[in-house]
């Protein structure tokens, strides 16, 4: 349960890393519902659409190197073009069971700016988030997002932009 403070939502850590590097975001609160072992957005009942909100998704590499991609969540990450952004031979998803052990957040908080404070794994945003301007990604909580500018977001993170969504 997330606790208020006078109409607002408590910080998240990637709310208060955005604070700290002065980076504008607003916070959001999704509806969430569970879908075996993992929660899921109900994005749907919101008015952003699909396409402007972002999940993190994280892979590995042949080398265990993790590395991550951040995508519209209605596409589907190509790992494929992952690899290749990333300049390896070929990446694939970690396992749901290895997920929490290696970015440190559970399915469906997994982070661009938390996984970058706590791990500094490499992140690669797809280029629709450079076009778009604003996207909304998860502040590290189930249910909890900000609405935040890409290039910014991408600048905090070392990110890259490029093609990464499964044609």
């Known amino acids: 349960m997330t606790k208020k403070n006078h109409g607002k939502l408590h910080k998240t850590l990637v709310e ?4 700290q590097h002065k980076i504008k975001y607003q916070q959001i609160e999704f509806a969430t519902h569970q879908v075996g072992d993992v929660f899921e957005l109900d994005a749907h009942q919101q008015s952003y659409q ?6 993190t998704l994280a892979a590995i590499t042949k080398d265990h190197e ?8 209605d596409c589907r990450l190509s790992l494929k073009k992952l690899a290749r ?22 399915h469906g908080a997994n982070t661009p700016v938390g996984i970058y404070e706590k791990k500094g794994y490499p992140i690669y945003f797809d ?19 900000v609405l935040v500018n890409a290039e910014a977001v991408a600048k905090l993170v070392h990110g890259s932009f490029a093609d990464l969504i499964e044609a």
């Open 16 to 19: 208060q890393v955005l604070d």
């Open 50 to 55: 699909r396409h402007q909100i972002y999940k």
């Open 66 to 73: 993790p590395i991550i991609g951040v995508v519209p969540l």
């Open 85 to 106: 952004a990333a300049d390896k031979k070929k990446v694939q998803m970690i396992p749901l069971k290895d997920l929490a052990a290696i970015t440190t957040f559970e």
């Open 127 to 145: 280029c629709s988030a450079q076009q778009q301007g604003e996207i909304i990604i998860s502040s590290g909580q189930i249910g909890r997002s």
